[in-house]
């Protein structure tokens, strides 16, 4: 069993240098008077060149926890965030939100206030070590981490670490939580000798029981109407290869319902759209690929005779209190490995149904012509439309873009635009919807990805949850060109879909300006990222778009500067809900 050994450090020290030696790249922080140890340890092993997390500053923890989650997303590594004590915290908690949610690890630790009025080296020494001190400052994460634990010495530091990473990066992933008092960071020691590489890893994923996955193949090979639904499967990037290669072997419609990542190309013919309902009516067989809601059951049923299977790392999303949909069979597997070894399954029962197969087959193409030629006929008639619609937008977007360009979604962007064909492309990681998560992702991908165009597309609104000064701050820090879209429709368009959706025909609906649902004073947002020395346009009309995402893009590639495009524009008359 190999070994390092540490001489003359403390408890920091050696918590950074473990980090270091188990991947973790960056510490994404916000820090506040209990970083003290840490702040010392980060600079003496930056000073000394020794390995550590290198520090991002984040002025604000949306910021943070969500570029953590971006970073994750394109690196699929633990990500390590670090915040001020309950206060710093609690500011958190919507990243923590978005994270557990999306079943993103990170290992999202604070400070913790002096333990000692007086003695030991860290003791308290100002009035906030005692007004922010909680009885259990853990007990806020608590509902949303999978493991949470207050680093009480320095003998159990390695296990703590190892521990950490291996339960956030065990299916289903997720977020764990360490509170780190000052005392046991500011901790001397002579020597700390640690495991390295590290004996601890996380958990092999899963497989479905050969039984299970038998019984899931007969009834999907053997059905006369199946359909997959999904939202959230092509977060994985091995699940978009496995699940094309399936439904076009099968003939099976694939649903995104609500996608939050794209799961099969845009242009494929056994791409069904985004509305489950006629499927889901119509449905002998329904496979739920990881999908926590894949339809609505006050508007849609599946007939009592249809089978319906889930597959994902937690199939029965044991984290929602009330779920009720039918589960006949649940496989608990990773996506892209569950779909492999199903595709495999589903050969020798689908012998007998072949003729019905390739029936569908081009019932499928077909379903697809027509989706691709109501998507053309929407994006002709908003060309010219004023104000701009999001539709053109999106087109646009999708013009200028560079091929291998990642687009983060926190906006009424209209996917279908995006010619999506291969995994990630598109991220939308608000799995709790969360808003403020958009812009901290797209500059945790670009950090991983800095050959990469990173666009960001954000709502007028969830652009303001986002912290913008912080976001731009950072991008500006850490020279992270990026490419910002607000579709500004002066409204929260979702909110008052949902007050119209329970009251119709009440007073709301009569106003174009319910309460809490509209901004009255224009906004000047292409103004805010000129603050940290980016690029920013204002449109107004359709034509204007494409020239200014033009110049833009310049800014982004060629001087290397954040651009941000303030779009005034109409609502978006298709989308759902949040
Ligand atoms: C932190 C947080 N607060 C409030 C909400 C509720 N909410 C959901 S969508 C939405 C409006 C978003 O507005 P915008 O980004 O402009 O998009 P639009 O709805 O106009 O398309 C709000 C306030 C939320 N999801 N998250």
């Avoid at 009035?127 to 207050?150: C, L, N, P």
């Avoid at 976001?471 to 490419?483: D, F, N, S």
Wanted: net charge negative; charged share 20%; aromatic share 6%.
């Amino acid at each position: 069993m190999a070994t390092k050994t540490l001489e003359n450090v403390t408890v920091s020290d050696a918590y950074l240098a473990l980090m270091a030696d188990r991947g973790v790249v960056y510490l994404f922080a916000n820090a506040g008077t209990d970083f003290a140890p840490m702040i010392e340890a980060l600079a003496r092993a930056q000073a000394l060149g020794l390995p550590h997390p290198k520090p991002v500053t984040c002025p604000h923890e949306n910021t943070a926890q969500h570029m953590a989650i971006g970073y994750y997303l394109a690196t699929g590594r633990p990500q390590l965030t670090m915040f001020h004590v309950n206060v710093g915290t609690a500011n958190a908690i919507n990243g923590l939100l978005n994270a557990a949610r999306g079943q993103v690890p990170i290992l999202f630790t604070a400070g913790r206030t002096p333990l000692n009025e007086d003695t030991l080296k860290g003791h308290r020494s100002l009035d906030i070590h005692w007004t922010q001190e909680m009885f259990d400052q853990a007990g806020m994460t608590r509902e949303s981490v999978k493991w949470d634990y207050e680093l009480r010495n320095a003998e159990q530091l390695e296990t703590i670490v190892d521990r950490m990473i291996a339960v956030s990066m065990s299916d289903p992933k997720g977020p764990v939580y360490l509170s780190l008092p000052r005392e046991v960071l500011s901790l001397e020691l002579a020597k700390f000798t640690y495991t390295s590489p590290t004996r601890m890893h996380p958990a092999a994923p899963s497989a479905p029981s050969a039984e299970a996955l038998d019984e899931a193949a007969s009834i999907l090979a053997k059905a006369q109407n199946p359909v997959i639904i999904t939202n959230w499967a092509g977060r994985n990037p091995g699940v978009m290869p496995a699940l094309t290669a399936l439904a076009e072997r099968y003939a099976i419609p694939v649903v995104e319902y609500r996608n939050r990542y794209i799961a099969i190309p845009t242009h494929h013919p056994m791409m069904a759209g985004g509305n489950p309902d006629q499927f889901v009516r119509a449905a002998d067989a329904i496979l739920v690929l990881d999908t926590a809601v894949p339809w609505q059951p006050s508007k849609v049923r599946p007939s009592a005779d249809c089978k319906v299977i889930h597959m994902a790392p937690d199939p029965l999303y044991t984290y929602v209190p009330v779920r009720g949909f039918p589960a006949d069979l649940s496989l608990a597997c990773a996506s892209d490995l569950g779909l492999r070894m199903l595709h495999d399954a589903m050969a020798e029962p689908a012998r007998s149904n072949a003729i019905r197969i390739e029936k569908r087959r081009d019932e499928c193409a077909a379903h697809h012509a027509r989706l691709e030629d109501a998507w053309a006929r929407k994006l002709a008639a908003s060309r010219d439309s004023s104000p701009i619609s999001p539709s053109w937008i999106s087109h646009c977007i999708n013009e200028v873009r560079s091929k291998d360009a990642i687009i983060v979604k926190e906006s009424p962007l209209q996917t279908q635009y995006l010619d999506v064909d291969r995994p990630c492309m598109v991220l939308n990681p608000g799995a709790a919807s969360g808003l403020g998560h958009g812009m901290g992702v797209a500059l945790g991908v670009k950090l991983a990805r800095p050959d990469t165009l990173v666009i960001g597309t954000e709502g007028d609104g969830a652009y303001m949850y986002n912290v913008p000064v912080s976001a731009h701050y950072v991008a500006a820090e850490q020279q992270l060109p990026i490419l910002w879209v607000v579709f500004n429709n002066q409204r929260w368009q979702a909110v008052r879909r949902a007050t119209l959706g329970i009251n119709p025909d009440g007073y709301a609906a009569s106003s174009e300006r319910a309460p809490l649902t509209y901004f009255s004073v224009e906004q000047h947002y292409e103004k805010l990222v000129e603050v940290s020395g980016g690029y920013g346009e204002r449109v107004t009309e359709s034509k204007q778009m494409l020239p200014a995402l033009e110049r833009a893009m310049k800014a982004v590639t060629v001087d290397k500067r954040q651009a941000l495009i303030n779009v005034v524009c109409d609502v978006d008359n298709n989308a759902g809900g949040d």
